[in-house]
């Protein structure tokens, strides 16, 4: 569990605060196997008698004072009896995890039999009312998953356009059964799944069918334009309607899996490979409202194609919760899908939305079995609990809140690179109190479920029939910390990080785009650096001629006196530059925003950081790095004088040989070099397949790697028009900060 604070030293009190001009917050990795230091938890046994705090419920910790008979809760002071079965246990704190470490992950019983529910389920569900070269790659993908699932998965395959097809591949040949779907969009199946095809026969396990599944997957073909033509109606305005009934098929999915939740399976993932918009039965979505009609009716559309159409994949989405179903959407196409509408399905499943706008170059395979391959937590319960001075204020992620009770989210699935934050706000005006002494306490508990194969279970557990068997186990991980407090401006301005802030910025800004439009997006970022610049000049004494003077040549605009800074108006810079808030007009695709929208809110801040403001690096040969760090700019390029250079954008991997690269060079780097061996450690940490682009000056096109270097680009669009890039945007800070402090 890795946490980080947007600074380590909180504000004293809500005025200290308000004049930092910061963020205040945390991000949260629940289910990172260490923390931020690169520390692993104290594992133990018996989380279920761990005591707890009789007033706030916190869990007792290394921080408690602990008596004879009683502990003091460290998070609200409160003085707590110990049991005598917990006297007993602390009469030796060396054999217990929550005397030794502050960072425990503790077994929990398991309630019930689990031995059924310990078999993870797999569904495919795919997109028939599509291209060859569609569902060629999702072949693929699928293939490259089945060498993903452990053995003991069960998979189904399902497809769906105007019907959806249930596959059983447990005979000598596959076998489909079809449902057709109404064209109603509100209208239910004619028959149940199961009555199609009992669940048994649908969910094959993998290590005993897998060459059928490979077989049933050659079948797939695309629906014809006879079928589609045939099962089309005439939809609203007599627009002749397609065959993709994505929402009766997911709709129906759920329901058939969530009759065995709890028998059969403790989880199901299903895998929804989407190429174009829901336009048949339930879920129908309107794809006429992406086009040339907002300028004629006045309508600004970066606000009107950033909400979801209609709730119908929302409340979806509390089904496939209710049905122990996570879901990821993997869509492939170029043409307008309204992710905006579909994402909830996976975000509030605790699932992920990928989008690939071309099969020629997608990574689909090697995402999919990436995201098999690694481990994941499900029924995960999240619950962050502060010390009395303060609490959270929003939370941010792909989760959804408990309905009864407050800061506790609820997370489907769960993998170690999931991120979630949290920003804070004082319970009262009078904050940490130098007298008291007081320091802030956070403790954040995660409590969730692993799937354990055979293999890993404990010699005492391996019984000859457990050894076949895959096993559940329950944890509660948690994660209690102490932080100092900021009782002078500078000290909160020393202790900040960069990368934290950044993330925090990212939500918030996600937040208003959504709910106001992506210029008030913009608006908000652009204000919080004029502002914060204006806070750090006051704090600082920089602004020497005091209020209301037109000297420009006070203010401190790059944060010179505070290293910890520095490298924010970089950041904003990037950010406003980012397709994540560059407008309608400007050629960003609404779904490429969504899309970004949903990897940008989950990923953990050093990710972020690449992805808003990629790394830079270079060398002098394959074997011999040059610089480990260069700005965004065409003059770096110049200045440096090195031949080879490395671009890091998180999704994208560009190596770049310049015009001044000596022909002797190999290209591209072989691959016994320290330039691979770096880019094959990138692409190993990565939780998606970054694409790998190899171009030489003067004889690949470089527009892909050009187009990084964003210094000397200029911000366009919502007035924030400069014409030297990240100089001039500067000058219009310094500008800004001047009529702040007028």
Same mark, same amino acid.
């Given at each position: 569990?890795?946490?980080?604070? #947007?600074?380590?030293?909180?504000?004293?009190?809500?005025?200290?605060?308000?004049?930092?001009?910061?963020?205040?917050?945390?991000?949260?990795?629940?289910?990172?196997?260490?923390?931020?230091?690169?520390?692993?938890?104290?594992?133990?046994?018996?989380?279920?008698?761990?005591?707890?705090?009789?007033?706030?419920?916190?869990?007792?910790?290394?921080?408690?004072?602990?008596?004879?008979?009683?502990?003091?809760?460290?998070?609200?002071?409160?003085?707590?009896?110990?049991?005598?079965?917990?006297?007993?246990?602390?009469?030796?704190?060396?054999?217990?995890?929550?005397? %030794?470490?502050?960072?425990?992950?503790?077994?929990?019983?398991?309630?019930?039999?689990?031995?059924?529910?310990?078999?993870?389920?797999?569904?495919?569900?795919?997109?028939?009312?599509?291209?060859?070269?569609?569902?060629?790659?999702?072949? +693929?993908?699928?293939?490259?998953?089945?060498?993903?699932?452990?053995?003991?998965?069960?998979?189904?395959?399902?497809?769906?356009?105007?019907?959806?097809?249930?596959?059983?591949?447990?005979?000598?040949?596959?076998?489909?059964?079809?449902?057709?779907?109404?064209?109603?969009?509100?209208?239910?199946?004619?028959?149940?799944?199961?009555?199609? %095809?009992?669940?048994?026969?649908?969910?094959?396990?993998?290590?005993?069918?897998?060459?059928?599944?490979?077989?049933?997957?050659?079948?797939?073909?695309?629906?014809?334009?006879?079928?589609?033509?045939?099962?089309?109606?005439?939809?609203?305005?007599?627009?002749?309607?397609?065959?993709?009934?994505?929402?009766?098929? %997911?709709? #129906?999915?759920?329901?058939?899996?969530?009759?065995?939740?709890?028998?059969?399976?403790?989880?199901?993932?299903?895998?929804?490979?989407?190429?174009?918009?829901?336009?048949?039965?339930?879920?129908?979505?309107?794809?006429?409202?992406?086009?040339?009609?907002?300028?004629?009716?006045?309508?600004?559309?970066?606000?009107?194609?950033?909400?979801?159409?209609?709730?119908?994949?929302?409340?979806?989405?509390?089904?496939?919760?209710?049905?122990?179903?996570?879901?990821?959407?993997?869509?492939?196409?170029?043409?307008?899908?309204?992710?905006?509408?579909?994402?909830?399905?996976?975000?509030?499943?605790?699932?992920?939305?990928?989008?690939?706008?071309?099969?020629?170059?997608?990574?689909?395979?090697?995402?999919?079995?990436?995201?098999?391959?690694?481990?994941?937590?499900?029924?995960?319960?999240?619950?962050?609990?502060?010390?009395?001075?303060?609490?959270?204020?929003?939370?941010?992620?792909?989760?959804?809140?408990?309905?009864?009770?407050?800061?506790?989210?609820?997370?489907?699935?769960?993998?170690?690179?999931?991120?979630? #934050?949290?920003?804070?706000?004082?319970?009262?005006?009078?904050?940490?109190?130098?007298?008291?002494?007081?320091?802030?306490?956070?403790?954040?508990?995660?409590?969730?479920?692993?799937?354990?194969?055979?293999?890993?279970?404990?010699?005492?557990?391996?019984?000859?029939?457990?050894?076949?068997?895959?096993?559940?186990?329950?944890?509660?991980?948690?994660?209690?910390?102490?932080?100092?407090?900021?009782?002078?401006?500078?000290?909160?301005?020393?202790?900040?990080?960069?990368?934290?802030?950044?993330?925090?910025?990212?939500?918030?800004?996600?937040?208003?785009?959504?709910?106001?439009?992506?210029?008030?997006?913009?608006?908000?970022?652009?204000?919080?650096?004029?502002?914060?610049?204006?806070?750090?000049?006051?704090?600082?004494?920089?602004?020497?001629?005091?209020?209301?003077?037109?000297?420009?040549?006070?203010?401190?605009?790059?944060? +010179?006196?505070?290293?910890?800074?520095?490298?924010?108006?970089?950041?904003?810079?990037?950010?406003?530059?980012?397709?994540?808030?560059?407008?309608?007009?400007?050629?960003?695709?609404?779904?490429?925003?969504?899309?970004?929208?949903?990897?940008?809110?989950?990923?953990?801040?050093?990710?972020?950081?690449?992805?808003?403001?990629?790394?830079?690096?270079?060398?002098?040969?394959?074997?011999?790095? #040059?610089?480990?760090?260069?700005?965004?700019?065409?003059?770096?390029?110049?200045? +440096?004088?090195?031949?080879?250079?490395?671009?890091?954008?998180?999704?994208?991997?560009?190596?770049?040989?310049?015009?001044?690269?000596?022909?002797?060079?190999?290209?591209?780097?072989?691959?016994?070099?320290?330039?691979?061996?770096?880019?094959?450690?990138?692409?190993?940490?990565?939780?998606?397949?970054?694409?790998?682009?190899?171009?030489?000056?003067?004889?690949?096109?470089?527009?892909?790697?050009?187009?990084?270097?964003?210094?000397?680009?200029?911000?366009?669009?919502?007035?924030?028009?400069?014409?030297?890039?990240?100089? +001039?945007?500067?000058?219009?800070?310094?500008?800004?900060?001047?009529?702040? %402090?007028?």
């Amino acid at each position: 569990m890795a946490v980080r604070a #947007a600074a380590s030293r909180f504000p004293s009190d809500p005025d200290a605060l308000e004049v930092s001009g910061l963020p205040w917050g945390v991000t949260v990795t629940p289910f990172a196997t260490k923390d931020e230091n690169g520390i692993s938890p104290v594992y133990g046994s018996d989380g279920h008698l761990l005591p707890r705090c009789e007033n706030c419920w916190a869990y007792y910790n290394t921080y408690c004072e602990q008596e004879q008979w009683a502990w003091t809760c460290a998070l609200c002071g409160t003085l707590n009896g110990l049991s005598s079965q917990s006297i007993a246990r602390y009469s030796l704190p060396d054999s217990c995890p929550e005397n %030794m470490s502050s960072f425990v992950d503790l077994e929990l019983p398991l309630e019930g039999s689990e031995e059924m529910q310990a078999r993870p389920v797999y569904v495919a569900a795919v997109d028939l009312a599509s291209s060859e070269e569609f569902l060629e790659l999702v072949k +693929s993908a699928l293939l490259a998953a089945l060498e993903g699932l452990g053995p003991g998965s069960l998979f189904g395959l399902a497809t769906f356009s105007h019907k959806i097809g249930l596959y059983d591949v447990q005979g000598p040949i596959p076998v489909v059964k079809n449902v057709f779907i109404p064209p109603e969009s509100d209208g239910t199946l004619p028959m149940e799944l199961e009555d199609v %095809m009992p669940l048994s026969s649908f969910l094959a396990p993998v290590d005993t069918f897998k060459d059928c599944i490979a077989s049933a997957l050659e079948t797939l073909r695309p629906t014809t334009s006879w079928e589609r033509t045939s099962a089309a109606g005439q939809g609203l305005d007599g627009v002749l309607l397609g065959g993709r009934g994505f929402g009766s098929a %997911m709709e #129906a999915l759920f329901n058939y899996l969530g009759s065995e939740y709890g028998n059969t399976f403790a989880l199901a993932r299903v895998f929804a490979f989407i190429s174009g918009p829901p336009d048949y039965g339930a879920g129908q979505l309107d794809t006429r409202r992406y086009g040339e009609q907002y300028a004629s009716k006045g309508e600004d559309a970066d606000c009107a194609l950033l909400p979801e159409q209609t709730p119908f994949y929302k409340d979806l989405a509390a089904v496939a919760v209710q049905s122990g179903v996570s879901v990821d959407i993997f869509a492939v196409t170029n043409e307008y899908t309204d992710l905006a509408s579909l994402k909830f399905l996976s975000i509030e499943s605790g699932g992920s939305l990928a989008l690939y706008t071309s099969t020629d170059d997608s990574t689909l395979p090697q995402d999919i079995y990436r995201m098999l391959s690694r481990p994941y937590a499900f029924n995960c319960v999240l619950r962050l609990r502060t010390s009395s001075e303060y609490k959270p204020d929003h939370s941010y992620g792909h989760f959804f809140p408990d309905p009864q009770y407050e800061n506790v989210q609820h997370i489907i699935c769960c993998d170690a690179f999931a991120t979630y #934050a949290y920003d804070f706000e004082f319970t009262n005006n009078s904050g940490f109190s130098r007298h008291t002494r007081a320091l802030p306490m956070l403790q954040v508990a995660f409590q969730y479920t692993v799937v354990v194969p055979p293999g890993e279970l404990a010699n005492s557990e391996s019984s000859l029939t457990s050894r076949k068997k895959h096993s559940l186990k329950r944890r509660l991980r948690i994660r209690t910390m102490q932080f100092g407090v900021a009782f002078e401006i500078n000290e909160s301005y020393d202790s900040v990080d960069s990368e934290v802030v950044l993330s925090l910025l990212v939500h918030k800004v996600i937040k208003s785009s959504l709910e106001e439009g992506i210029r008030e997006g913009r608006m908000l970022l652009h204000d919080w650096l004029v502002i914060l610049t204006a806070q750090y000049n006051e704090a600082c004494k920089l602004s020497e001629s005091g209020r209301g003077t037109s000297n420009m040549a006070h203010i401190d605009v790059s944060f +010179s006196q505070c290293p910890q800074l520095q490298h924010l108006p970089r950041l904003v810079f990037a950010l406003l530059r980012n397709p994540l808030l560059r407008l309608h007009e400007e050629g960003v695709h609404p779904d490429y925003r969504i899309y970004l929208q949903c990897l940008f809110s989950a990923l953990e801040p050093s990710s972020l950081h690449l992805a808003i403001y990629p790394l830079l690096s270079s060398f002098a040969s394959p074997d011999k790095q #040059a610089y480990p760090r260069h700005s965004l700019s065409r003059a770096a390029l110049i200045t +440096s004088g090195s031949p080879i250079f490395f671009l890091d954008a998180f999704t994208v991997l560009i190596v770049y040989y310049s015009s001044t690269a000596d022909p002797s060079l190999p290209f591209p780097p072989p691959q016994d070099c320290l330039l691979r061996t770096i880019i094959n450690k990138r692409k190993q940490e990565r939780c998606i397949t970054p694409k790998l682009i190899f171009m030489r000056a003067g004889q690949d096109d470089a527009t892909p790697f050009e187009n990084f270097l964003i210094e000397e680009q200029d911000v366009e669009g919502n007035g924030f028009t400069s014409i030297m890039g990240f100089v +001039s945007f500067l000058e219009e800070i310094h500008q800004g900060v001047l009529e702040y %402090m007028k």
